[in-house]
């Protein structure tokens, strides 16, 4: 049984293959990686271990936070964007590609209409909110781009986007929801999520990675949250904020 918190803790010094949440995990929302945790995680890199990058937003974001992504040495790390999927190998090479049919978005756009026409959201600005990502749409409950201070303030513990998914339940045959990043409710295909396609990348013949050489680092591993489906496809560690998550990875470096 792979735990999370309160059961035997991973030991991280001897996996392989490091999977890492972005929002939260390696960077404050919407902001660039801090030098320090890059440095980091190319380390890990030169220490011989893989890094992966997993998060709800796309690769135009995953290259704002990681500029060095596939330009610089050590920098080489795969990607599972949109969820996992869109998934990029350490070279930058699409991997998969698992877009929403019409039909998928349309259901979803319909039922956010449905929430927005019902609720009233007060925020900066009413055109911010929906994100069509390909993969996946992503719907915020105060703005994609808000400044992150502000974002960081709307809903910490999740419990209005909990509240307001147990008013207005999401019910389909073909598309799931989940609370995602910092403010955001992420839709993909249904089973879709970042425990499956983390268990698809994984048994990629030609990577030849090991379920036991791998670990994922996520801030929201708790029931409800983002990481959550990650628990019980590879061993899960669970970090504060990027500040608990250098503590961690610095663990590893110096072991
Ligand atoms: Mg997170």
Redesign the pocket.
């Known amino acids: 049984m792979k735990m999370t918190t309160g059961g035997t803790e991973p030991n991280l010094a001897a996996k392989r293959h490091f999977f890492f949440?972005?929002?939260?995990?390696l960077a404050r929302s919407h902001t660039p990686v801090e030098p320090s945790m890059r440095e980091l995680l190319q380390a890990l890199r030169r220490s011989g271990r893989t890094v992966t990058v997993v998060t709800g937003s796309d690769l135009h974001y995953i290259k704002q936070s990681i500029p060095c992504l596939w330009s610089e040495a050590d920098c080489d790390f795969s990607a599972l964007a949109q969820s996992g999927n869109m998934a990029y190998d350490a070279q930058g090479s699409v991997v998969w590609e698992r877009p929403l049919r019409e039909e998928q978005k349309r259901e979803i756009l319909g039922y956010v209409a449905r929430v927005r026409a019902a609720e009233r959201f007060d925020v900066p600005d009413e055109g911010d909110l929906v994100q069509d990502r390909g993969s996946q749409v992503s719907f915020s409950i105060y703005g994609h781009n808000a400044p992150v201070g502000e974002k960081e303030t709307v809903d910490p513990d999740m419990s209005k986007r909990k509240a307001l998914l147990q008013k207005y339940p999401f019910v389909s045959q073909d598309v799931d929801v989940r609370i995602g990043?910092t403010t955001t409710f992420d839709f993909f295909a249904k089973g879709f999520n970042k425990g499956r396609n983390i268990a698809d990348f994984i048994a990629l013949p030609r990577f030849g990675w090991k379920e036991e050489e791998c670990v994922y680092l996520?801030?929201?591993l708790e029931p409800g949250g983002?990481?959550e489906t990650v628990v019980g496809v590879i061993d899960t560690k669970a970090v504060r904020d990027p500040a608990d998550c250098e503590r961690v990875v610095r663990g590893v470096l110096e072991s």
């Not at 949440?21 to 995990?25: I, L």
Request: hydrophobic share 10%; no cysteine; charged share 45%.
């Open positions: 949440d972005v929002d939260g995990t990043g996520g801030d929201r983002n990481d």
